[in-house]
């Protein structure tokens, strides 16, 4: 959950500073700005679950090696039956396991997709996967002036995972957008001023 409770003078001074560069901003927009550009640096900094302990189990490979094998005992373990009459039943099952525990390496990271959507994020061209738990997420914008801008990560796990590098995400957007802010002010008033700031 994105709050603005990170540091909070560093942030009330953020917030000023943004809002006297923004003229016609909102503290709405303010507020939304922030959880917005959070849950996109929250991305960048979750790490994917390694992948290297899958790669030599791949199940793809026409000759089974001892170490696919454990997709086979997995999915044999779930009920699946080898196939009659020369259909191939195990292996297709085996490989689906894979391909789904490949895909979940990236799920936290996924999960914030729908979050930066929902925040107002137009150019977001990534999607989550459809039916996942990451496609499930959720972002609520500040409306009428309730000051709360929330996203929700879907994917189980992502409390534990995610929470360290969104608390850092949280810390380097409110730095980036209050420097912003001054320089914005201070290009402002030079065009008043004798003397350069």
């Not at 009920?79 to 894979?98: F, H, T």
């Not at 500040?142 to 850092?168: C, D, I, W, Y």
């Amino acid at each position: 959950m994105v709050k603005a409770r990170t540091n909070y003078k560093q942030w009330a001074g953020f917030q000023k500073a943004w809002l006297k560069a923004k003229r016609n901003a909102s503290h709405d927009d303010c507020i939304n700005n922030f959880a917005k550009k959070a849950c996109l640096r929250a991305m960048k900094l979750t790490k994917k679950t390694a992948r290297g302990r899958y790669n030599k189990h791949d199940p793809k490979a026409k000759r089974t090696t001892d170490a696919s094998r454990v997709f086979f005992a997995l999915m044999a373990n779930a009920g699946v039956k080898k196939g009659s009459d020369g259909e191939e039943v195990m292996r297709p099952a085996a490989i689906d396991l894979y391909d789904k525990r490949v895909k979940s390496a990236g799920a936290i990271k996924a999960g914030f997709i729908e979050c930066v959507r929902d925040l107002g994020f137009k150019n977001m061209k990534m999607r989550a996967y459809p039916g996942g738990s990451a496609s499930r997420s959720r972002g609520k914008p500040s409306k009428n002036h309730k000051l709360r801008a929330t996203a929700f990560n879907n994917v189980l796990g992502s409390g534990e995972v995610a929470f360290l590098p969104m608390e850092q995400a949280k810390r380097d957007v409110i730095k980036k957008e209050h420097e912003w802010a001054i320089k914005r002010l201070q290009r402002a008033n030079n065009n008043f001023s004798a003397k350069a700031f």
